[in-house]
C-alpha cells in the first residue's frame, strides 16, 4: 500500500520509511512541502502522513488545500506539535487522525491500516473472499484454512486484489502499489508475483483479463473462458 511520508527529520524519516516498509506498506519520503505537491501530483497514495512544522511552511496548509480541492485521501498528521489546541486545528482542518511524537511505531501502523480500511468502505481487520482470509494486521493467510506462505510482494498483489473482488487492476496499477521511487522494477515482475500466487491458489483464483489487467472474481462468478493464466 503507497503512502507518502513528509517529514524533515532525515533520521526520522528514514526510520519511518524502513519501520512502515516492515509493515506492509510502501512509502515515498519528502522532506517539503514543495516536493510534497511534486509527489502527491504525479502519484496516487493510500494515505499522507503530514509533518506539520516543515521548512517551507506549515503542513497545514497543504492539508487545507487538498480538502479544498475535495481530495478525500486519508491524512495522518505526526508532529511535535501534540497539546489540544493543535490537535483540535488539526482535525478541524481536514485531518483524519493526529498522532503526536515521540510514537510507537506499530501504533502508527494500525492507525493507517484503520483509516485506509475505513477509506476503502471496510471495517474488518482482515479481507475474506471465496476460502481466502487475509489478516492484514498480521501480515498472514490463508486458504481453505490451511496457511499460505507468501512474500511480502506476494500479499500486497493478493491484498490489492482481493480488497474488491471484481475489480480489475492494470500491470500498472500494481507496479505503482508495490514500488517506491528508488526500487528497481524488473519488466515482468508483477507476472512473477502473480505466477507463484495461483500455484499456492489455483490457476483459476486470479483472472487475466488479456490486454487489460487482473482480478479475482466474485464469488458467485464462474471462470470466465477468456480468462487465462500466465505460463
Do not use: C
Not at 74 to 85: C, M
Not at 185 to 192: C, F, I, K, R
Request: aromatic residues 4%; without cysteine.
Amino acid at each position: 500500500m503507497r503512502l507518502l511520508v513528509v517529514e524533515d527529520d532525515h533520521i526520522l524519516a528514514d526510520g519511518l520509511k524502513v519501520g512502515l516498509g516492515m509493515t506492509g506498506f510502501t512509502p515515498d519520503v519528502v522532506g517539503t512541502l514543495e516536493d510534497a505537491r511534486a509527489a502527491l501530483a504525479g502519484t496516487r497514495y493510500a494515505a499522507l502522513v503530514l509533518d506539520l512544522m516543515l521548512p517551507d511552511g506549515s503542513g497545514l496548509d497543504l492539508l487545507r488545500e487538498l480538502r479544498a480541492r475535495r481530495a478525500d485521501m486519508p491524512v495522518l498528521l505526526l508532529t511535535a506539535r501534540d497539546d489540544v489546541e493543535d490537535r483540535v486545528a488539526g482535525l478541524d482542518a481536514g485531518a483524519d487522525d493526529y498522532l503526536g511524537k515521540p510514537f510507537d511505531l506499530d501504533e502508527l501502523a494500525a492507525r493507517l491500516r484503520a483509516l485506509t480500511r475505513r477509506a476503502d468502505g471496510r471495517a474488518s481487520a482482515s479481507i475474506s473472499h471465496d476460502g481466502l482470509v487475509l489478516d492484514l494486521s498480521a501480515r498472514s493467510a490463508t486458504f481453505d484454512g490451511q496457511p499460505l506462505r507468501l512474500s511480502r510482494r506476494e500479499f500486497a498483489v493478493l491484498q490489492a486484489l482481493a480488497e474488491r473482488p471484481g475489480r480489475v487492476l492494470a500491470k500498472s496499477d500494481l507496479e505503482e502499489r508495490l514500488y517506491g521511487w528508488d526500487a528497481e522494477v524488473e519488466s515482468n515482475a508483477v507476472e512473477v508475483h502473480i505466477h507463484h500466487l495461483r500455484a499456492k491458489l489455483g490457476r483459476e483464483f486470479i483472472e487475466t483479463l488479456r490486454g487489460i489487467g487482473y482480478r479475482i472474481r466474485p464469488e458467485e462468478q464462474t471462470p470466465s473462458p477468456s480468462a487465462s493464466a500466465f505460463s
